[in-house]
């Protein structure tokens, strides 16, 4: 069984650009979730895709979209980036919505907006 | 006032002590506490989670809640430094799409 996945590890990019980032899922697990953790902060949740379809957003602009793809990976879409939009960027599976939150961290995205 | 506020530390503690992380909370309407750790350069791992008020315990870990007083706390028994780590508080009112984290509780414990 392999973990959750994301690539890459770290990225910098200039503001205005636009950044993608790529998650693989656990094996079983139709649920990924992303969220954005600043230095010193917990994270804070962007949006959930659940069997390919959004599942619940955070409070983020619509300049941060996403996809999930049939075989449950997913990418996260930044345009416009700003100063601000420098993080971690984590993603977490899960089998379902609903409790026990068993949810799987990967080991995230440093992204750097310079 | 934030959702989630906890004490960000840092923390430092003998090998052997017993550690009290906590959070406080304004939502009364959250029913799920859980505590993450996450290690340095690593992604959150579920240690353990509670529903509604009462205690928790999974061998050198228990989790405490108390919903008429907004606090829940996590304590630590007979620390290693291998417990060294971010510890988060997040909570949630039905689904795991609408967690909300507290900014975590940096601990040390020195051998």
């Known amino acids: 069984e392999t973990g959750v996945t994301q690539s890459p590890t770290h990225l910098i990019k200039t503001r205005g650009q636009q950044v993608t980032l790529r998650c693989s899922s656990q094996s079983g697990h139709n649920t990924v979730s992303w969220y954005q953790q600043a230095l010193g902060q917990g994270p804070q949740f962007i949006f959930q895709y659940y069997r390919e379809e959004e599942n619940g957003r955070g409070n983020f602009p619509p300049r941060f979209s996403g996809l999930q793809f049939p075989n449950y990976s997913s990418e996260l879409n930044v345009n416009a980036l700003e100063l601000d939009d420098s993080a971690l960027y984590l993603c977490a599976s899960s089998s379902g919505t609903v409790g026990p939150f068993e949810q799987y961290f990967g080991p995230g995205t440093r992204l750097t907006v310079t | 006032q934030k959702e989630v506020e906890q004490d960000p530390g840092p923390l430092s503690v003998p090998e052997g002590a017993i550690v009290s992380l906590n959070c406080t909370y304004s939502?009364?309407?959250?029913?799920?506490f859980m505590w993450y750790r996450q290690y340095s350069r690593k992604g959150p791992e579920l240690l353990m989670y509670t529903y509604s008020s009462g205690n928790k315990e999974d061998g050198r870990f228990t989790a405490q809640v108390d919903k008429s007083s907004k606090y829940i706390s996590l304590f630590i028994r007979d620390s290693q430094p291998s417990d060294s780590a971010t510890y988060l508080c997040?909570?949630?009112?039905?689904?795991?799409?609408?967690?909300?984290f507290g900014a975590g509780t940096r601990l040390t414990v020195k051998p």
């Open positions: 939502n009364s309407a959250f029913q799920y």
């Open positions: 997040a909570m949630s009112l039905y689904n795991n799409n609408d967690m909300r």
